[in-house]
């Protein structure tokens, strides 16, 4: 009898197929005391801190957590993890790379997925993509704001990169939690500050049908409104 016959994994719909990414608040502090329930935040330009890459301008700090439970990816060969981000049409963000704890000087300690740090790179598909989920359930994008997409990227940020299942796999393990935090600035250079605003997020893979959406506010309500 032989022993390479291979298992085929019959999925009844396509909404089956993609990678469960969930929102969560961070779980570690931030740099300059920002503690994990501090989302968004104005800073003015400040010395050279590696993961940052907006040092030298006034910028917004905005964060959050996610966590990709443990999943066994069926009907996924591989894939690239993405998320989009609302922000005014007068800035430009920039994705730093998804950190899981901090190191020397409160500077992040990188994920890693087959051997290297996840990094990101700009993605116009992805933002398009993203914007029809986001306006197909009724929701607008407001006047003076747009979507700006990303994709997991090779370590140059160059190149889209995708993940195979058995990578994924062996990164999620029992479940992965894990800060990733983006910088937007000013499009055009100026020392004006930027006033924190609520910044929408989409969590996606290039797998998936499917996009979860989630509001990051500058101050986080508690109690009857």
């Known amino acids: 009898m032989s022993t390479n016959a291979t298992t085929t994994v019959q999925l009844d719909s396509a909404y089956e197929k993609g990678v469960i990414i969930q929102p969560r608040l961070p779980f570690?502090?931030?740099?300059f005391d920002l503690g994990p329930n501090t989302l968004i935040?104005?800073?003015?330009?400040?010395?050279h801190i590696r993961e940052h890459l907006h040092d030298h301008l006034p910028h917004l700090h905005i964060r959050y957590g996610f966590e990709i439970?443990?999943?066994?990816?069926?009907?996924?060969?591989e894939t690239a993890l993405v998320v989009i981000m609302m922000i005014k049409v007068e800035h430009?963000?920039?994705?730093?790379?998804?950190?899981v704890a901090l190191g020397p000087h409160n500077e992040g300690v990188c994920l890693r997925i087959a051997d290297q740090d996840v990094h990101w790179v700009h993605n116009e598909d992805a933002a398009k993509n993203g914007t029809t989920h986001y306006e197909s359930t009724g929701r607008r994008v407001p006047k003076g704001?747009?979507?700006?997409?990303?994709?997991?990227?090779?370590?140059?940020e160059r190149n889209i990169h995708h993940y195979t299942r058995e990578s994924l796999l062996r990164a999620i393990g029992a479940g992965l939690r894990a800060d990733q935090?983006?910088?937007?600035?000013?499009r055009d250079p100026k020392e004006e500050p930027i006033e924190p605003y609520p910044v929408v997020i989409g969590l996606s893979d290039?797998?998936?049908?499917?996009?979860t959406f989630f509001e990051l506010r500058p101050t986080v309500a508690l109690g009857p409104s």
């Not at 430009?92 to 950190?99: A, E, G, I, K, M």
Request: some cysteine; aromatic content about 18%; charged content about 10%.
């Open 41 to 47: 935040a104005s800073h003015a330009p400040h010395e």
């Open 145 to 156: 704001f747009y979507f700006a997409g990303f994709s997991t990227a090779d370590p140059g």
């Open 206 to 211: 290039d797998t998936s049908p499917f996009f």
């Open 181 to 186: 935090h983006f910088q937007a600035t000013w």
């Open 28 to 31: 570690i502090n931030g740099i």
């Open 92 to 99: 430009r963000v920039d994705c730093n790379p998804v950190f």
């Open 69 to 77: 439970p443990k999943q066994p990816l069926l009907g996924v060969n």
